[in-house]
């Protein structure tokens, strides 16, 4: 079972360069998420799709965007990247949004320069 | 809005000891749910339980137990006879029923085993 699968796992940006980070799931799942694990500030959401088709703001959601691509897919963009963007980055998903639980993937370390 | 708080950043125990890591959190609903999340060094997070907040009885899976005290919105994690793969960082977190919200975390307890 692959579960959820984030790549890349590691990624250095300069600051203002743009990219996306990919995430699929094999699950079914209909709700997925996107988190970012700041030290000392725990888990944040950025973005979550309760389903395919449809996409929301979390708590720290300025300076990314989302495509909630079909069931499976749903990817995380960086338009122009900045240093306080530099963090590890989590993609979930859920069989429904709120019930829980969350199926992690393995992270994405950011680093921006 | 929902919070959820993890009063200790630190804990350590002793192999084969038992720990209780804590955690409150702050809401107006009467249903929701509650669980443990642990991320070890890999930083892969897992489940750990998993508490309905209609259930009054606390979960349990092998060594890990929940004490959850409703009116008092607690929700501490006991693991017995802790070992040393148990070393990680513990998440609590909060999410309500009914599809319109999501998983709220608190900051994260490490937790160190001794041998």
């Known amino acids: 079972n692959a579960g959820v699968t984030q790549t890349p796992k590691f990624q250095v940006l300069k600051t203002g360069q743009s990219m996306t980070l990919q995430c699929a799931q094999d699950?079914?799942?209909?709700?997925m998420y996107w988190y970012r694990q700041d030290p000392g500030m725990g888990l944040r959401l950025i973005y979550y799709?309760?389903?395919?088709?449809?996409?929301d703001k979390g708590e720290v959601p300025n300076g990314y965007n989302v495509s909630r691509l079909n069931k499976r897919e749903f990817s995380l963009r960086l338009e122009s990247a900045a240093p306080s963007q530099t963090s590890v980055y989590f993609c979930?998903?859920?069989?429904?949004?709120?019930?829980?639980?969350?199926?992690f993937g393995n992270g994405t370390r950011l680093t921006v320069t | 809005a929902q919070t959820v708080t993890q009063s200790q950043p630190e804990m350590s125990v002793q192999e084969a000891e038992t720990v209780t890591l804590s955690c409150t959190y702050d809401t107006s609903e009467s249903d929701y749910y509650l669980f443990w999340y642990k991320q070890p060094p890999s930083r892969q997070m897992i489940l750990v339980i998993r508490?309905?907040?209609?259930?009054?009885q606390n979960a349990t899976e092998n060594r890990f137990s929940v004490n959850f005290q409703k009116a008092a919105k607690s929700f501490s994690l006991k693991i017995s006879d802790s070992q040393l793969g148990d070393a990680a960082m513990y998440f609590c977190?909060?999410?309500?029923?009914?599809?319109?919200?999501?998983?709220?975390f608190g900051k994260g307890t490490k937790l160190t085993v001794n041998p």
């Open positions: 979930a998903s859920s069989e429904e949004l709120g019930t829980g639980p969350l199926h």
């Open positions: 799709s309760a389903s395919e088709g449809t996409t």
């Open positions: 699950m079914n799942h209909n709700s």
């Open positions: 977190a909060f999410s309500l029923q009914g599809g319109s919200e999501k998983l709220v």
């Open positions: 508490q309905e907040a209609y259930k009054q």
